[in-house]
C-alpha cells in the first residue's frame, strides 16, 4: 500500500483538511493542506467545508481546532501529543487565582486546555499577547501558563489611568501582572551561551527568538517573534543566514520556501518530541477509522469561545 496515496484518497473521499503545525514532521508538513500556528489554522480550517479536521499539532491545538468548529469532526492523530506548557496549569489553579485576585482580568495563551481558557476572560498569542495586555483596562492582570512570554509582555505594557489604558507612556508601576510560573521546555533548552557560540561563528546572521525563550536569551534576538513572524520575517529580511531560536522543525519550512538563505538551528536541544508523536501511519489510522476524535463540552466550548472571541476582536499581529 501506498500510504501516501491511501491518504489522499480518504482526504477526498471523506472531505477532511490536514493540518500541520509549524513543528511537526517534514513528511507531515509536506502533506498537509495547510501549515502554520494553532489559531491560524484552526481558523483557516473553520472556514473550509470540509467535515473532518485532522489536527497534526497537540491537544490544545485540536481542542481550539473544535471550540472554533463545532460541527467538524476533530481529529488528533496520536493522542500521546501533549503540550508540557499547557499542561502546567489546570483548572483548580484558575479558580485559586481568581479568588486570589478577584478584580484581575485572566489572560490565558493560546496554549492552555479548552477548560482553562472557559475560566479567563481573554486568550492571547505569541504574537498578539502585547496588544491583548494592552487593550485590557483592569489594573492587575493574571497571565498564564507561560512565563517568559509574561515577562517578555510585562516590558511592553502601558499603565492605566481610570480604567483607560494610556499608550505612550512609560511608567508601567501602575498596571501590576501576576505571571504563572509555566514554561515550555524545549524552548528554555536554549542557553544564552549558545547564541553566542552562534553569533561568533556566524557573525552576520541574524538571530530570531521565540517569546518562550528565557529572558537573556530574549536579549540577544534582532527579532522576537511567533512562528508565523518568524516565517514572515525571515522572508523580508535581506539578510541570507538566519540562527532560528525556536523548535527545529521549523527549520523544513523555512528552507522549503526560502531556498537562497541559510538557516541555523539555535540549538539541536530545542526538539519537541510531544510535536513528533503524529506520522503517518498514525494520520492514515486516524483518518481511515475517524479516531481519535476530540470533543470539548458544549458548556465549557461556548465559553471558551468567547475568550477566544474576544482576542479575535482586538485584532492580530505578527
Ligand atoms: O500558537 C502556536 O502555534 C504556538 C504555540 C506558537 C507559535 O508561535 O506559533
Do not use: R, W
Given at each position: 500500500m501506498d500510504i501516501i496515496e491511501e491518504i489522499n484518497r480518504l482526504r477526498v473521499e471523506k472531505r477532511a483538511?490536514?493540518?500541520?503545525?509549524?513543528?511537526?514532521?517534514?513528511?507531515?508538513?509536506?502533506?498537509?493542506?495547510?501549515?502554520?500556528?494553532s489559531l491560524e489554522l484552526s481558523r483557516k480550517a473553520a472556514s473550509t467545508d470540509a467535515k473532518i479536521i485532522v489536527f497534526c499539532g497537540v491537544h490544545f491545538m485540536a481542542e481550539t481546532a473544535k471550540i472554533l468548529s463545532p460541527s467538524k469532526i476533530v481529529l488528533l492523530p496520536d493522542l500521546r501529543s501533549d503540550c508540557p506548557l499547557a499542561n502546567m496549569i489546570t483548572i483548580e489553579d484558575v479558580k485559586k487565582l481568581r479568588k486570589d485576585y478577584p478584580k484581575a482580568a485572566f489572560i490565558c495563551y493560546i496554549n492552555t486546555s479548552a477548560d482553562v481558557k472557559a475560566?479567563?476572560?481573554?486568550?492571547?498569542?505569541?504574537?498578539?499577547?502585547v496588544d491583548v495586555v494592552n487593550s485590557v483596562s483592569a489594573d492587575t492582570i493574571v497571565f498564564l501558563p507561560d512565563r517568559n512570554?509574561?515577562?517578555?509582555?510585562?516590558?511592553?505594557?502601558?499603565p492605566v489611568r481610570n480604567g483607560v489604558p494610556q499608550s505612550g507612556i512609560s511608567n508601567r508601576a501602575e498596571k501590576k501582572m501576576i505571571i504563572w510560573n509555566g514554561f515550555c521546555p524545549t524552548h528554555e533548552n536554549l542557553k544564552a551561551e549558545d547564541v553566542l557560540e552562534l553569533k561568533k561563528l556566524y557573525p552576520a546572521a541574524k538571530f530570531v527568538a521565540h517569546p518562550e525563550c528565557t529572558a537573556d536569551v530574549l536579549e540577544l534576538a534582532d527579532r522576537i517573534a511567533s512562528t508565523s513572524g518568524i516565517i514572515k520575517y525571515v522572508k523580508t529580511e535581506s539578510s541570507k543566514d538566519f540562527i532560528i531560536g525556536t523548535e527545529t522543525a521549523i527549520l523544513h519550512r523555512l528552507k522549503k520556501e526560502n531556498p537562497d538563505k541559510n538557516f541555523i538551528p539555535a540549538s539541536r536541544k530545542m526538539f519537541c518530541p510531544n510535536m513528533k508523536y503524529n506520522n503517518l501511519e498514525s494520520l492514515y489510522e486516524s483518518l481511515l477509522n475517524e479516531q481519535p476524535e476530540?470533543?470539548?463540552p458544549e458548556k465549557i466550548r461556548e465559553k471558551a469561545f468567547l475568550t477566544i472571541d474576544r482576542m479575535l476582536k482586538i485584532g492580530k499581529k505578527d
Open positions: 483538511v490536514i493540518l500541520a503545525h509549524n513543528y511537526q514532521l517534514p513528511e507531515i508538513q509536506d502533506i498537509a493542506d495547510f501549515v502554520g500556528d475560566e479567563c476572560d481573554i486568550c492571547c498569542t505569541s504574537s498578539n499577547a512570554l509574561g515577562n517578555y509582555v510585562s516590558k511592553h505594557i502601558h476530540i470533543e470539548v
